[in-house]
């Protein structure tokens, strides 16, 4: 079925703070549109409302027609507890509400309640066209394909995240939604994944809008961008794909500044005139009132006409600053501004294993020999599941060995970005937990320097383990900046992350001096960072690039 998504006039913000408003979009079959923004500008809050999960503030959604059908797959699939990875395929396809909703129609069908060849019809027709016939027979094939070599009745928290991530995938490739909105489809997956996702993206004729910070897989799969611009408090629009929206973006604040400074330009001058003006003529009225009285008619005339020309200048000059067109201040935009605070020099051997072997479960990594020395800048690849995180886990001491060994060199001291972000899971407020990570801080220092990082007073007092995604990767980020590091290890550092905090850290990593382990699928990041080595590890094995 061919299906138009359609919102007018959406507003939606959190108690007092809009995240935006006045917001109109139409999204056709075929469309694929991006939603760009800083972490917190609303993007996964607009996914919901446009999913129907979600009340707007004020504003319209339609569906045209009204019985199309819309798959919200948000940016952290939930694993519950004793669902098997069959049904977690089937709830993500919408094929378990279809098929409750089936055997409802079909209840009432047996019992003969009124309307209910109706009701039965249009519940079949939407479990067919979600796919539920075949759902088992695909499933086995896309899960294969995937290399998801797992039983399907395995329960989904029995998996690794690379398995977890690969079934995201094969959830997502197995929908048949009219009308799709993904937030951050991107994450977790390697490059087999992000390329199987852009063609299956690309081929959709369904309405399709989603959030990603991968600005690779943006500019190959939008055509149009839809930007929340929170510092602006406006919604911007634009043409063309994701590289013709970086252009016009520049051009667009450069002219709003450009704009800006000539009315303020304009407006001062104005000012001043009028200031002279007035001075000019009180100067008048003081230098008539200091004159002799004289009988002199036409002197005091002369000095009364000049004087009452100033002031109309001066009431001419006042109506032209008022009608002046007000052009509001562009306002600055939050920026990271993020650094990578060095610890004093290790020794020249940072980190060595040899002959190590780690097995978990039915999985090998190794024999590995490797020797990470002081200021190599590594990329480690690799697919999901093939060892990557294990390496490092590794090379850190952090895992059992079951042959060979691993040491740390003398002075290192390490800073780690992990990909589940551990530190920032607890029950414990963010300010809490960030300060047990750096006792020697005040409680006002811990504050400020989460505040550097766009986490303020709205978030230091809630729990960590309510942070979104995003706003967890910054508080880890942070923590690299309170700690001097000479060993940083990043997995998956770009996850979750705004895309103007991707480019600071891009940038702070071009400047910090000490020894990177840097394990990504971000394309960008990777031609972005300079790196001296590369590593690629490949079902349990590592080789050098």
Known sequence: MSATLVAKDLAAGHGDRILFSGLDLVVAPGDVVGLVGVNGAGKSTLLRTLAGLAKPDSGEIRLNPPSATVGHLPQEPERREGES?????ARRTGVTAAQADLDAATSALTDGVAGADDQYAAALDRWLALGGADLDDRAAEVAADLGLSVDLEQPMTSLSGGQAARAGLASLLLSRYDVFLLDEPTNDLDLDGLARLERFVSGLRAATVLVSHDREFLARTVDRVVELDLAQQQVNVYGGGYESYLEEREVARRHAQEEYEEYADTKASLEARGRMQRAWMEKGVKNARRKQPDNDKAARKFRSEATEKQAS?????DRMIERLEVVEEPRKEWELRMEIAAAPR???????LRGAVVRRGGFTLGPVDLQVDRADKVAITGANGSGKSTLLAALLGRVELAAGSSALGPGVVVGEVDQARRLFLGDVPLASAFAREVPEFADAEVRTLLAKFGLKAAHVLRSAATLSPGERTRAALALLQARGVNLLVLDEPTNHLDLPAIEQLEAALE??????????????????????????VDSGKVREL
Not at 85 to 89: D, E, Q, T, W
């Open 85 to 89: 990875v069959r049904a977690f395929l």
């Open 313 to 317: 200048k001066a009431r001419q000059t």
């Open 346 to 352: 290790a020794g020249a051997v940072v980190a060595t």
């Open 511 to 536: 400047k910090y001096p000490g020894t990177l382990l840097l394990v990504t699928h971000d394309r960008r990041m990777l031609d972005a960072v300079q790196v001296t080595r590369r590593l690629e």
